[in-house]
């Protein structure tokens, strides 16, 4: 099975701009959940979507949204960028079948942004 | 919210010798515990996760011990190579039907000399 892929893998954008991140899970995955990685603050939940709907959210701004296609692949937008955006936003796809497999979260390899 | 602990952020360690990096958590309704391992310029990896329900689990030479009356995790890497050499991670989830959300600590950069 082909592993979780994100595009594009590096994006530098400028204050006050936009960007919208994909994520494509595994095959058969349905849950996608989101991660900010900064030096800083270390990995931070953003929010996760199973079948097209949000099952939870982190604490971030509402400039950060998402949404999920009926194919399980996810989009990230985050809105009117800030310095402090930039950072490895990581997607994540997982399981929801099966008492062996369900919990594990498998990590793609990040979108690196870059807000100047 | 779930708040997670993780200690030390820094250990370095002989090749050879063993290596424990320890977790708290916050919400003793956390029920799931993964253990990941992140090398430099890579995305996070699991090597080993605990369900509330198991105390430890064993995995060649990564072990994870659980107390939940404590609320604190932790993993024991035996006969350190190396390539052990990374950021670990630890989390706690409350997996709940279709839902989860990972609450990770802080990481802990594990240096492994020869």
């Known amino acids: 099975k082909a592993g979780v892929t994100q595009t594009p893998r590096y994006l530098i954008k400028t204050r006050g701009q936009q960007v919208t991140l994909s994520c494509s899970p595994i095959s058969g995955h349905r849950s996608v959940s989101w991660y900010q990685q900064t030096p800083g603050q270390g990995l931070q939940f953003l929010f996760e979507y199973f079948s097209e709907t949000q099952r939870n959210k982190g604490n971030f701004p509402g400039r950060f949204s998402g949404r999920q296609f009926s194919n399980s692949r996810s989009e990230m937008n985050v809105s009117t960028l800030e310095l402090g955006d930039s950072a490895l936003y990581l997607c994540?796809?997982?399981?929801?079948?099966?008492?062996?497999?369900?919990?594990?979260?498998?990590f793609g390899p990040g979108t690196r942004l870059t807000v100047l | 919210g779930e708040n997670v602990e993780q200690h030390p952020s820094t250990l370095s360690v002989q090749e050879g010798d063993s290596a424990v990096i320890k977790c708290t958590y916050s919400d003793s309704a956390s029920n799931y515990f993964p253990w990941y391992k992140q090398e430099l310029g890579k995305r996070p990896q699991l090597i080993i996760d605990?369900?509330?329900?198991?105390g430890e689990k064993k995995d060649q030479r990564i072990a994870v011990t659980l107390n939940k009356t404590a609320k604190h995790f932790s993993l024991h890497i035996t006969e350190t190579q190396p390539e052990d050499s990374a950021v670990y991670f630890c989390a706690a989830s409350i997996i709940a039907g279709t839902a989860s959300k990972l609450t990770f600590g802080t990481g802990t950069r594990l240096q492994v000399t020869l």
């Open positions: 994540a796809s997982r399981g929801t079948g099966g008492p062996l497999s369900y919990n594990e979260q498998f």
């Open positions: 605990i369900r509330s329900n198991v």
